[in-house]
C-alpha cells in the first residue's frame, strides 16, 4: 500500500492550498484515509477524515467551516482544500489510511486518531505567513 502526497508549500494567511494523496496497492472502499497534521514542538492531531465506503467524513474543531475532504474514486485519490488558512495551520501534513475491518459503521470520528492508522504518506509541509 502506497499513499503519496502533494500539494504543499507557502501561503499567505487567509489564502487557499489544496493537498492530494494518490492511494495504490489496496481496496480503496476498505479504507478510510485522512490527514493528520504535526506542527513544530506539538503532537500530532487528527484533522480530517473520509470514509471511502459511504463518503461520510469528519473534521477537527480547528478546521471546521474552513478544510474540505473530498475523494475521486476514479483516481484513488482523497484531496483536503484549506481555505482561510492561518499561521497556525503551520505543521506537516502526513496523508494516513486505516482499515474499515472490524471497526463499527457508526461514527468517523474514531477514525481520525494518529496512533490508529495503519499507513502513512511521507508528508507534506505547509507553511502559512502572517
Known amino acids: 500500500l502506497q499513499l503519496v502526497e502533494s500539494g504543499g508549500g507557502l501561503v499567505q494567511a487567509g489564502g487557499s492550498l489544496r493537498l492530494s494523496c494518490a492511494a495504490s496497492?489496496?481496496?480503496?472502499?476498505?479504507?478510510?484515509i485522512g490527514w493528520i497534521r504535526q506542527a513544530p514542538g506539538k503532537e500530532r492531531e487528527g484533522v480530517s477524515v473520509f470514509r471511502n465506503s459511504d463518503g461520510s467524513t469528519y473534521y477537527a474543531d480547528s478546521v471546521k467551516g474552513r478544510f474540505t475532504i473530498s475523494n475521486d474514486r476514479a483516481k484513488n485519490t482523497v484531496y483536503l482544500q484549506m481555505d482561510s488558512l492561518k499561521p497556525e495551520d503551520t505543521a506537516v501534513y502526513y496523508c494516513?489510511?486505516?482499515?474499515?475491518?472490524?471497526?463499527?459503521?457508526?461514527?468517523?470520528?474514531?477514525?481520525?486518531?494518529?496512533?490508529?492508522?495503519?499507513?502513512w504518506g511521507k508528508g507534506a509541509l505547509v507553511t502559512v505567513s502572517s
Open positions: 496497492g489496496f481496496t480503496f472502499d476498505d479504507y478510510a
Open positions: 494516513a489510511a486505516v482499515s474499515l475491518l472490524g471497526k463499527s459503521s457508526a461514527t468517523v470520528q474514531p477514525l481520525c486518531v494518529a496512533d490508529g492508522m495503519d499507513y
